[in-house]
């Protein structure tokens, strides 16, 4: 069924009406200051969204999005965005979540051409290339979920080496960056088994969880 613009103000009336019959005073709650726990990091793709995937009650995760969920050290409104989850709204959990079938990531695997934002996946080219002699070892048909995954992977620590995650922990603030992979296809979480508290251990954590991106996939 397709809507119109005028329907979505139709829809937005009923969900609101519904709100306020079953949970009173829900919108009242809303209005106090948000102090979410969870931060998520996370794809545009429409068929993503955090909230209902998690569960979670709008209020509950600090959400930011961008094609193929990813984190660079240029981006100020990615960090900005991480900054203001840290240092105000003091989340305890930040997670990246990547996704099967994600266009950005199988554009950035075959060299396809989508205009201006060939730039931004010029990123994940870079994770591409970074493991092109692993991911020449799995099968065709395997690749493209696996780079996703190791899209995710790479964002994990793009946040954790982030100034911002940096001056979090070495002020003793109880923050873990997590890797997930959300199956469009089934609607179930992956865990990509990164998750980083504290600078130790950092690399050893990243080494482990992309040799089982290709452990669970080797040709």
Known sequence: ?????????????????????????????LTQQQTPKYMWIGCSDSRVPANQITGLEPGEVFVHRNIANIVVHTDLNALSTIQFAVDVLHVQDIIVCGHYGCGGVLAALNNTRVGLADNWIRHIQDVRDKHHSMLMQIDASKRSDALVELNAIEQVINVCHSNVMQDAWQAGHAITVHGWVYGVHDGLLKDLLISVSKNQYLIDIYQSAVSKVFSQRQA
Request: hydrophobic share 45%.
């Open 1 to 29: 069924m397709t809507n119109t613009i005028q329907d979505l103000f139709a829809h937005n009336r009923a969900w609101a009406a519904e709100m306020i019959k079953q949970r009173p005073g829900f919108f009242t709650n």
